[in-house]
């Protein structure tokens, strides 16, 4: 059965905003993704991402009960498209970043060869996306997202810690210049492969934004296809940042949409959500509740 990377370019936007929940506003009401939950472990830290942190309530990008090892993540699906056969997406974000191990692509290689006509959706920082940009073609992945808080290093480094690249760590401008130069090639090198980018931005009041507008022109160049801006759950080191108005968000918003059409539906999903965005998750009868391993906050 012929996967969504079998169309052609052109045509493959204007299909995946009908089925995709995460690329169109219809589609995002009437369609399902499931999150695998397989990548345990970061390469950047973000100062809003609470690395620790394990709720089973908790509704934020990343957070998720537990890990799944990549060879149960064919059941996982199987099981999911029993409890919401309106599922057309098999996501991998998380909890930590997807490309920091090896486990996304193992777990994309085993659920496309059992499920070819389920879109794979990978969601990362960016930092590896170059490297891996054949493999995830090849294992099928036809989406991608990349979240891309800032392209200048004086304002990224407001928002990241550090960054650890071949064993070695980068801290302050330094790191946040490698990070941003690494997500631009990411997205241009996975886009001339044919695979949709949309770019995810966390709106951070007081850092980037009076920089979404060169934020999304710059991605655009780059190649992505669709901008996401999401408000900053203020936590770890940017708690006491406060969160943005609605005001605030759509201003950004409107500011990116010169550039790149964009996605006003987002959910805040965890990293093992399952089920159609903003109905029920069915992630605990998926999962069930595993406590007790640790688990990353993806933005
Ligand atoms: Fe998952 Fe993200 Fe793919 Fe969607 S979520 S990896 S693009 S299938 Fe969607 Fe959830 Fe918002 Fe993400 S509503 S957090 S944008
Ligand atoms: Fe890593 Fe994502 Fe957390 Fe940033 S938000 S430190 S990329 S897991």
Excluded: W
């Excluded at 012929?2 to 995946?16: E, R």
């Excluded at 056969?85 to 997807?98: M, N, R, Y």
């Excluded at 936590?235 to 550039?259: G, I, M, S």
């Amino acid at each position: 059965m012929p996967g969504i990377n079998d169309i052609k370019n052109h045509d493959k936007f204007s299909k995946l905003s009908n089925i995709h929940p995460c690329m169109g506003g219809k589609a995002h009401m009437k369609f399902g993704r499931l999150h695998l939950p397989v990548s345990p472990t970061c390469n950047i830290q973000c100062k809003f991402c609470k690395r620790d942190y394990n709720n089973n309530d908790e509704n934020r990008p990343g957070v998720a009960n537990g890990i799944l090892a990549p060879k149960d993540a064919v059941k996982t699906v199987k099981r999911a498209l029993e409890l919401c056969p309106d599922i057309t997406v098999v996501g991998i974000a998380g909890p930590g970043d997807t490309l920091a191990t090896g486990y996304a692509i193992e777990a994309f290689k085993l659920v496309n060869e059992a499920y070819p006509e389920l879109i794979k959706c990978l969601s990362t920082n960016g930092l590896l996306l170059e490297r891996y940009a054949a493999e995830l073609y090849a294992v099928g992945v036809s989406t991608i997202t990349v979240t891309v808080n800032a392209v200048d290093p004086k304002i990224q480094s407001k928002i990241i810690s550090y960054i650890e690249l071949e064993g070695k760590k980068y801290y302050g401008e330094e790191a946040a210049s490698i990070l941003i130069a690494a997500q631009l090639r990411g997205i241009k090198k996975i886009s001339d492969f044919g695979i949709v980018v949309k770019v995810n931005t966390v709106l951070v009041p007081g850092i980037n934004e009076k920089h979404i507008e060169e934020t999304a022109k710059m991605v655009k160049e780059a190649g992505a296809t669709l901008y996401n801006i999401i408000p900053l759950i203020p936590q770890y080191e940017l708690k006491d940042v406060p969160a943005p108005t609605c005001f605030e968000l759509d201003a950004a918003r409107a500011k990116a949409e010169k550039y790149l059409e964009v996605f006003r539906h987002c959910k805040h999903c965890r990293a093992d959500a399952c089920g159609i965005p903003g109905q029920k998750d069915l992630s605990s009868e998926l999962y069930g509740t595993r406590n007790n391993l640790e688990t990353f906050s993806h933005g």
